[in-house]
């Protein structure tokens, strides 16, 4: 069974500049994730998706951050205009959604984003 | 709220010899608990949950953790350390409604 896909694994930027990461998750998994994981701490949740539906963005920076999850399968994030605080590793996870508090998530590798 | 304390963010302990990751959270309902382990570049795999069923609870590569809601401690244990055990470990908490929370992480170095 092929795994959480990520792509790119590695990104370097200025800031003030866009970037955007994509996701593949496990076939026939209906929620996906995207969390944030700074050097040094545990992963933070940006936003959940049920399908193509937002379930929880509360910790997403909407001024500069967005995603999308186009008919419920592949995922992009995107962020503009990075700042140097953004440098991390984004993670995506899937589930097969039955129960979003027990379910077990399923990570990809993550993308390496450095902001100069 | 909910919330995860991880004490030690880092640990060493010599091959063969008992792993032991200890895990506190704080949690106004009850509780799910869950560890994951982190290689190199790699990203987070679930070693095993704890979903309100046994409260010893055993996962793969031979660890097990036992739920204490007195102590509110999820501490993960394994009796025998193993050099391919070396890896950052993540202790999180959800609960009904609310989404998953980690802790800061235990890199568990493991001597020859």
């Known amino acids: 069974e092929a795994g959480v896909a990520q792509s790119p694994r590695y990104k370097i930027i200025e800031k003030r500049q866009s970037v955007a990461f994509w996701c593949n998750p496990i076939?026939?998994?209906?929620?996906l994730y995207w969390y944030q994981q700074i050097l040094g701490q545990g992963p933070k949740l940006l936003i959940q998706f049920q399908n193509n539906g937002v379930v929880d963005d509360s910790q997403l920076p909407k001024d500069r951050f967005s995603a999308e999850r186009l008919k419920g399968v592949d995922s992009t994030l995107k962020i503009q205009p990075a700042k140097l605080e953004d440098s991390a590793v984004y993670l995506c996870?899937?589930?097969?959604?039955?129960?979003?508090?027990?379910?077990?998530?399923?990570f990809g590798p993550g993308t390496r984003l450095t902001v100069l | 709220a909910q919330s995860v304390t991880q004490l030690g963010s880092h640990v060493s302990v010599s091959e063969g010899a008992l792993v032991l990751l200890r895990c506190n959270y704080s949690s106004s309902v009850p509780p799910y608990l869950f560890w994951y382990v982190q290689y190199p570049n790699q990203g987070l795999q679930l070693l095993l949950k704890?979903?309100?069923?046994?409260?010893l609870v055993k996962g793969i590569n031979g660890f097990e953790a036992e739920f204490k809601k007195s102590e509110t401690s999820f501490h993960l244990t394994k009796p025998s350390a193993h050099m391919s055990d070396a890896a950052e470990y993540f202790c999180?908490?959800?609960?009904?409604?609310?989404?998953?929370?980690f802790g800061s992480g235990t890199q568990l170095t493991v001597l020859p």
């Open positions: 996870a899937s589930s097969l959604g039955g129960d979003r508090n027990t379910d077990t998530q399923y």
């Open positions: 076939s026939g998994h209906a929620t």
């Open positions: 704890y979903t309100s069923a046994a409260t």
């Open positions: 999180a908490v959800s609960a009904r409604g609310r989404q998953l929370t």
